[in-house]
C-alpha cells in the first residue's frame, strides 16, 4: 500500500517537525467487533481502519489535541487509500510540480479541517465540493485550513454527530507561495500567478486558504480524528504546549 505521508520524501520535499507520519502496524483489524463502537459504524462501512490507541502514530495526532484541552479523543481512523486512485495521483503531480516551481519548497503541510461526519464522509469519497467563507466572513472564499498548532480552530468548526461526537480531518496541503488575504476580501482565487495560496497572515498563519480551482489536488485528506463535544473554550490560541509534545516525539519524523 502507498500512503500520502510518504509523498515528501517522492518530491524531495523536506518534512519538517509539523509533518505526521504513516505506520503500517498501528491499525486495529478488529476494533468494531464490540456493539460499543457502534459510533464508528459509518466508517468501518467504509473500510476505513482505526489506529491502535497505544501507537506512536496515535500518541503524536492526538497529543495535539488532548494534551492540556481536557478533550475526550475516542478515535483515529486512516483513511485507506490504495491501489489506482486519481485523487492520490493528482495530489502527487501538484507537490511535484509546486517544487519545481518554487525552486525545491513545495511548503507541503498536514493541516486541519473541520465539518459534520456527513460532510466527511463525502470529502473522502467525492473530494471537496464547495468553498466556503470563513465562520467570521473574513477571509475570501475557498477551503479553509488550520496549522497543526491551531487545532482548536479546526475543532470548533466540526460539527456534533448523533453520537456526541465531533470529526475533523488531518490533510496533506500544498501551500506553494501563500498571499496575505485582508479581513473583508471577498477573494476567491490567487491575485496573480506569483501567489498559490491564501492566507490570514504572513507573519502568524492561523488559516490557510486553499482557492476552489485546485482544492481537490492541493489538498489530500490522511486521518480523521474523532473526540467527545468539546465545549469551546480556547478558540484561536497558540498551545506552547503543541510544541513541546511534538518535540518529544522529534525521533519519530523523517
Known amino acids: 500500500m502507498e500512503h500520502v505521508g510518504d509523498l515528501e520524501e517522492q518530491t524531495s520535499i523536506t518534512i519538517d517537525k509539523n509533518e505526521i507520519p504513516h505506520f503500517d502496524s498501528d491499525s486495529e483489524d478488529d476494533s468494531f467487533s464490540s456493539p460499543i463502537f457502534e459510533?464508528?459504524?459509518?466508517f468501518k462501512k467504509n473500510g476505513w481502519s482505526r489506529i491502535h490507541g497505544g501507537s506512536k502514530c496515535y500518541k503524536i495526532i492526538t497529543g495535539c489535541i488532548a494534551q492540556g484541552m481536557g478533550n475526550d479523543v475516542a478515535a483515529v481512523h486512516k483513511i485507506p487509500w490504495s491501489g489506482p486512485n486519481g485523487r492520490l495521483e493528482a495530489f502527487r503531480i501538484s507537490s511535484a510540480e509546486?517544487?519545481?516551481k518554487r525552486g525545491g519548497n513545495g511548503s507541503v503541510k498536514h493541516a486541519w479541517y473541520g465539518g459534520s461526519r456527513d460532510e466527511i464522509c463525502g470529502i473522502i469519497f467525492h473530494g471537496f465540493q464547495r468553498c466556503r467563507q470563513s465562520d467570521n466572513g473574513e477571509d475570501g472564499f475557498g477551503v479553509h485550513l488550520y496549522p497543526l498548532e491551531f487545532v482548536m480552530d479546526g475543532l470548533l468548526s466540526s460539527v456534533e454527530d448523533e453520537y456526541g461526537l465531533q470529526h475533523i480531518l488531518l490533510c496533506n496541503v500544498v501551500l506553494g507561495k501563500m498571499e496575505e488575504v485582508r479581513p473583508g476580501s471577498k477573494q476567491f482565487e490567487q491575485s496573480s500567478i506569483e501567489f498559490d495560496s491564501g492566507v490570514d497572515s504572513l507573519s502568524r498563519p492561523t488559516r490557510f486558504i486553499i482557492w476552489e480551482a485546485c482544492m481537490n489536488s492541493r489538498i489530500f485528506p490522511s486521518y480523521v480524528v474523532s473526540f467527545r463535544a468539546f465545549n469551546g473554550r480556547g478558540k484561536g490560541t497558540?498551545?506552547?504546549?503543541?510544541?513541546?509534545?511534538?518535540?518529544?516525539y522529534a525521533d519519530l519524523f523523517c
Open 39 to 42: 459510533e464508528f459504524g459509518v
Open 98 to 100: 509546486m517544487v519545481k
Open 238 to 248: 497558540n498551545y506552547s504546549f503543541f510544541f513541546e509534545y511534538i518535540r518529544g
